[in-house]
């Protein structure tokens, strides 16, 4: 371990403003385009599930009309 | 020689191998993440000149090599979509461009953040800091062309060739720091002879490159899954398999 305490861990030798910023940004990016690219999947998987649905109803009504 | 490639270009056998891949890119990502941080942060010594700003290097160096990396197995890929029709190659490229656009964009953020304490200024017009920002434009290019097209088959072909076209970039970017004289400064690993940089501030750094390469490979992954599953919305294997809620 580098550093004595927490603190001082935080302050990065008066460099913290800095490399918590690059860390900071850093995290921030890599967990919007993780989240965002997982969430695109549930979408469009919801979005072909509808789609099958609604194609299973169109053929249940024209069976009804042939009967 | 490439028959045992030859399956992957069907869709199904190309979804099939994200799945097995998958799992494998998340835990490397996930340890090699927390391990290089926690080293990087806490453990590695100061730098003797630059004191603990430096440690901003754990992630910049590792997501500046990246987004070239992502940007060469992108361009791979478009060869690949153009010279051989192979429609699964051109939704790679449609992948990993997203991927490399957030790896540019947290190496120019980075580095704007090491360049204010180190040079006193957020940003300058120089060679490596002018020609990544090209390849963030580049990535960004990609990605609107295909958007643009309507026609998705021109659309693919469209940001292909644009991906192949600015490889030009790469050799730019890499040698930017010896052909002009820059402020930034010059390669600190990749010399041939000898590495300019202690084992013991190395193996984090190296440590922080596989962990980056992990995840552009595990978000590529997802997001390739996501291209086949909406091109091949209307195909019986897809409606089974999210019939089935994967």
């Not at chain 2, 360049?115 to 200024?121: D, L």
Request: glycine content about 6%; aromatic content about 14%; charged content about 15%.
């Amino acid at each position: 371990m580098q550093f004595e305490s927490f603190s001082e861990f935080l302050a990065m030798g008066g460099y913290g403003f800095y490399v918590w910023l690059s860390f900071g940004s850093c995290s921030a990016i890599l967990l919007a385009i993780f989240i965002s690219s997982l969430r695109d999947g549930y979408k469009l998987r919801d979005e072909v599930r509808a789609q099958m649905r609604r194609e299973e109803r169109i053929k249940q009504a024209k069976q009804q009309e042939q009967v | 020689m490439w028959k045992w490639l030859h399956p992957y270009a069907k869709a199904e056998r190309a979804y099939q191998l994200c799945n097995t891949l998958l799992p494998y890119f998340a835990v490397i990502t996930l340890v090699c993440l927390v391990i290089g941080w926690v080293w990087g942060l806490a453990y590695a010594p100061a730098d003797y000149q630059q004191k603990d700003s430096y440690r901003i290097i754990f992630i910049h160096v590792p997501s500046a090599i990246l987004s070239m990396g992502a940007y060469s197995s992108m361009a791979i890929a478009a060869i690949i979509a153009l010279v051989w029709q192979i429609r699964n190659a051109e939704l790679a490229v449609i992948s990993i461009a997203p991927v490399g656009a957030a790896m540019t964009a947290i190496a120019l953020l980075t580095g704007a953040a090491w360049g204010k304490p180190m040079w006193g200024a957020w940003w300058v017009w120089d060679a490596r800091l002018t020609s990544e920002l090209i390849l963030l434009f580049l990535y960004f290019g990609v990605l609107s062309l295909y958007h643009a097209f309507e026609d998705k088959k021109s659309a693919g072909r469209a940001a292909c060739i644009l991906a192949v076209v600015g490889v030009i970039n790469l050799p730019i970017i890499h040698f930017s720091v010896e052909w002009w004289n820059t402020l930034h400064q010059g390669s600190t690993i990749t010399k041939f002879d000898t590495s300019a940089i202690d084992p013991s501030m190395l193996w984090p750094l190296l440590i922080n490159i596989v962990a980056f390469a992990g995840f552009v490979g595990l978000v590529t992954l997802i997001r390739l899954k996501n291209e086949i599953i909406q091109h091949e919305k209307h195909r019986p294997w897809v409606r089974e398999l999210v019939g089935r809620g994967e």
